[in-house]
């Protein structure tokens, strides 16, 4: 399988949001507080600029979807990340996490980023994929009045500026023993 390396074919199809599904087993009353726990201190960090996470309104008190056991899902722009994958990394207590991407390629939906571009912080759980389309026209849109993730206007870095960074960093590392060195090609 050939790798894409086009930096513009790169840059075009870079994920934008992703939603990380809280699990924790529906009968098991400790579980399901902590996953409580987990959403309100997730809030309370948005509330004050830790980063921006939405939970959806809604917790699955039973399965739904292709989701085998009790959950919620928290929507987040690329834009944050980092910063909410570290903070659900290290306060998740015992609760598995599945994170997927929100991708916007043509006639793909949900199936196949709940199938093979998926993650997990903590054990996975069985998903059920016949629960999700293969294909669908509708490209995912959420929150977009956030203006973040695909509905963000604002300008990112050109390709001219992305080389002129890229160029810089490997002169810097140049000096680094523990640094692999890019291709010459």
């Given at each position: 399988m050939a790798l894409p390396t086009d930096l513009k074919e790169v840059v075009d199809s870079e994920i934008k949001e992703w939603h990380f599904h809280i699990y924790f087993h529906q009968r098991n009353a400790d579980e399901h507080q902590a996953a409580l726990e987990l959403r309100d201190a997730v809030l309370r960090l948005r509330r004050d600029g830790a980063f921006i996470a939405v939970p959806l309104y809604r917790v699955n008190t039973d399965p739904i979807g292709p989701h085998p056991v009790g959950s919620y899902e928290i929507w987040c722009p690329s834009e944050s990340f980092a910063s909410v994958f570290s903070y659900l990394c290290m306060n998740r207590g015992n609760l598995s996490i599945l994170v997927h991407p929100l991708t916007r390629e043509q006639n793909i939906h949900q199936r196949k980023d709940h199938e093979i571009r998926n993650a997990w912080i903590g054990p996975s759980f069985p998903l059920d994929l016949a629960?999700?389309?293969?294909?669908?026209?509708?490209?995912?849109?959420?929150?977009?009045?956030?203006?973040?993730?695909?509905?963000?206007?604002?300008?990112?870095?050109?390709?001219?500026?992305?080389?002129?960074?890229?160029?810089?960093?490997?002169?810097?590392?140049?000096?680094?023993?523990?640094?692999?060195?890019?291709?010459?090609?």
């Open positions: 629960t999700l389309p293969v294909k669908s026209e509708e490209i995912p849109l959420q929150y977009q009045s956030l203006k973040l993730g695909y509905s963000s206007t604002a300008p990112g870095l050109t390709l001219e500026e992305r080389k002129k960074l890229g160029a810089h960093v490997e002169i810097i590392l140049k000096g680094e023993k523990e640094a692999a060195k890019a291709p010459s090609d």
